[in-house]
């Protein structure tokens, strides 16, 4: 795991989260169009070595915002998924991708840095230009929201809005991601499969196979990216659920066992996309117990079984 200290926005090595001392901050946020790589953040640490000169004040105005925000709260460390992953590497790509969940659960802090919301203190009054923010639209964004235990809001001056606590209501209200689960009073795994996957909505990826890549977390399921491979990437990602749950809700989608979706008769059993379990949404909250499945309806709280 590459972490960047936040005084020099330099590149270091770690075995694993749990051996970064003192703990470590970590970015959530929507890429831009020109983002520093790994390579670009290490050709700046070896020009600056060789001029004596902080690397800090050369990397673009994202990574040293963050670093100079993470310095301020204390931390010595910072993960930012643009600059610490040598994409280079098929090897490491593929690790990051699926510990990904687990680096944004055991940082210490997380920043949801949101590039197009301006400062204000209405928010949580008057939603509508927070929840809107390109932010909510991202399929990876979805596990970086619902891992950290501490999650602070940022507008676009790097303002803190408010934390995900604060907002809670707010998300569960416009974006239907329980306010249980944003407080930890419940963990995701207490949620079933169906409605896990509706939590992806209409978020969208920039690959086809990132609807699927982007879940492992929520699922605790480790395979491969295959990237090329499509629509099957999400097939696998429900293969590999259906060999360690017993939960059927995986199979309630709309058009299942049937050629709604023009899938082959064969594979019409498995959704096409995490975006067709968004009726599980709205009307009622479904809550997973091994063997049995359990509807608990939003409104009058009776539960059928």
């Not at 699926?98 to 928010?123: E, Q, T, W």
């Amino acid at each position: 795991m590459w972490l960047l200290s936040t005084d020099r926005a330099e590149l270091y090595s770690f075995g694993s989260p749990e051996n970064v001392p003192g703990g470590y901050a970590i970015l959530s946020h929507v890429w831009d169009k020109e983002e520093q790589s790994y390579q670009d953040v290490r050709r700046i640490q070896e020009s600056c070595a060789k001029h004596g000169t902080n690397p800090r004040e050369f990397v673009c105005e994202k990574i040293r915002r963050c670093c100079e925000l993470a310095e301020r709260h204390g931390f010595a460390w910072v993960w930012i998924d643009t600059c610490c992953i040598d994409k280079t590497s098929s090897a490491e790509l593929s690790e990051a991708i699926n510990s990904m969940f687990r680096y944004y659960a055991l940082s210490r802090i997380c920043y949801g840095y949101l590039r197009d919301v301006p400062n204000s203190s209405c928010y949580i009054d008057a939603p509508e230009a927070f929840v809107r923010s390109v932010w909510f639209m991202r399929g990876w964004t979805l596990q970086e929201l619902i891992a950290p235990r501490f999650f602070l809001f940022l507008s676009q001056s790097w303002s803190i809005l408010g934390s995900k606590a604060d907002f809670a209501e707010v998300i569960e209200a416009w974006i239907y991601i329980p306010a249980t689960l944003l407080r930890f009073h419940n963990a995701h795994t207490e949620f079933s499969i169906a409605q896990r996957m509706s939590w992806f909505g209409r978020r969208e990826t920039t690959r086809l196979e990132d609807e699927a890549y982007c879940l492992l977390g929520l699922f605790d399921i480790h395979m491969s990216p295959l990237y090329g491979e499509g629509m099957n990437a999400f097939r696998r990602l429900q293969e590999e659920i259906m060999k360690q749950s017993t939960d059927t809700t995986l199979f309630g989608w709309p058009g299942s066992g049937s050629s709604f979706w023009h899938l082959e008769e064969e594979s019409c059993l498995l959704a096409p996309s995490p975006s067709a379990f968004s009726i599980f949404q709205s009307h009622r909250r479904y809550l997973y117990v091994p063997q049995r499945i359990y509807w608990l309806d939003r409104v009058t709280d009776n539960v059928s079984c």
